[in-house]
């Protein structure tokens, strides 16, 4: 027998419901359109993940991540990813004070609430693992001693689609470890325009902060909020046949289809759709997860994990269209 979270009082949800407004609104007035992007963020925040962005340069992120730093009035790190970048680079290290004669800890840039990794898939093999324990252990490890690190963590890593020379892509494993992934679009003729105007008035100025900011304890709040959001059993025994049929694929959408599939997706994806579709569901004002709560989340949090053979890039077959089939051959609730 499943077992329910506890129902949340209308206070609570009153409370959830007010975080948001100005987190939403305080991101508005800085980051020009992007919805996708905001509410990827939210999310993350909201159920304490982290995201994967696939963007080309110049699309708002470190914007995007800097206000929200902001408006929690929270630390905020921005990491250019680079072929030499070293582990401890990211984490940290232990130096040596002639003063004292012995060694101190210097904890890295990781050790921050919002972490933006640019261009993750730059730096090696080495330094992005180490990056991914952070993440995955909420820690990191230096000179044998162990640091946390700050909550809210939110890390936020981009790949550039378009420059692929020199890089060192994601192992499926690492991406897995990504609550979702979303790709980031070039903004309208209209936003663009309202980004020209809004570099006149000064409000992207990065001395000028946001307004009406929240508290990292309103967010640590918002987050214990979240895990009592009600999922009901036919919400969670629909996330598990998604998962399954992505593993079992041609049974269900066919043997022509299937084999483009490579893998499918693991547990980790019954996982962030239980938790993305709770906050999900607060953004909407709701204290219970709706089947379309799912259906929204599909391309977040399955493009990174339904992993697509050589035939099928070969064929122009995205995850997308893929996810959608699966999607359409399971009923429901």
Same mark, same amino acid.
Do not use: W
């Given at each position: ?49 982290? =995201? +994967?962005?696939?963007?080309?340069? #110049? ?9 929200? &730093?902001? *408006? %929690? ?121 309202? =980004? +020209?105007?809004?570099?006149?008035? #000064? ?9 009406? &900011?929240? *508290? %990292? ?117």
């Amino acid at each position: 027998m499943t077992a329910s979270a506890s129902d949340l009082t209308p206070d609570e949800l009153a409370r959830a419901t007010s975080v948001i407004s100005t987190v939403t609104t305080a991101f508005s007035s800085r980051v020009v359109g992007q919805t996708r992007l905001r509410t990827s963020l939210l999310i993350a925040l909201i159920a304490g993940g982290h =995201v +994967l962005l696939e963007s080309v340069p #110049g699309l708002a992120k470190t914007t995007a991540a800097s206000t929200l &730093a902001d *408006t %929690v009035r929270a630390s905020f790190h921005r990491i250019q990813c680079t072929p030499d970048l070293m582990p401890s680079d990211i984490i940290g290290t232990q130096v040596y004070d002639a003063s004292s004669g012995s060694f101190r800890t210097v904890l890295g840039p990781v050790h921050a609430n919002f972490v933006l990794l640019d261009e993750i898939n730059r730096s090696s093999a080495k330094t992005q693992s180490a990056m991914l324990e952070a993440m995955q252990e909420r820690q990191t490890t230096i000179g044998g001693e162990a640091h946390r690190v700050p909550r809210p963590f939110l890390v936020m890593a981009t790949q550039n689609p378009i420059d692929q020379e020199g890089t060192h892509a994601l192992p499926e494993a690492q991406m897995d470890r990504f609550l979702i992934k979303e790709i980031v679009d070039y903004p309208t003729p209209q936003e663009e325009r309202e =980004v +020209l105007d809004r570099l006149d008035t #000064g409000v992207l100025d990065p001395d000028v902060h946001v307004p009406g &900011a929240v *508290t %990292v304890d309103d967010v640590a709040a918002l987050q214990d909020i979240a895990r009592r959001v009600h999922v009901s059993a036919a919400i969670r025994n629909y996330i598990v046949g998604l998962a399954y049929v992505t593993r079992n694929a041609a049974q269900y959408i066919g043997e022509d289809r299937a084999r483009l599939i490579k893998y499918g997706a693991s547990p980790r994806a019954s996982i962030a759709f239980l938790q993305a579709s709770r906050a999900l569901a607060l953004l909407a004002g709701r204290d219970h997860v709706l089947p379309e709560d799912i259906r929204e989340l599909r391309y977040p949090v399955l493009r990174h994990r339904v992993l697509l053979t050589y035939e099928a890039e070969a064929e122009g077959v995205r995850s997308e269209e893929l996810i959608d089939e699966i999607f359409g051959a399971v009923a429901t609730p």
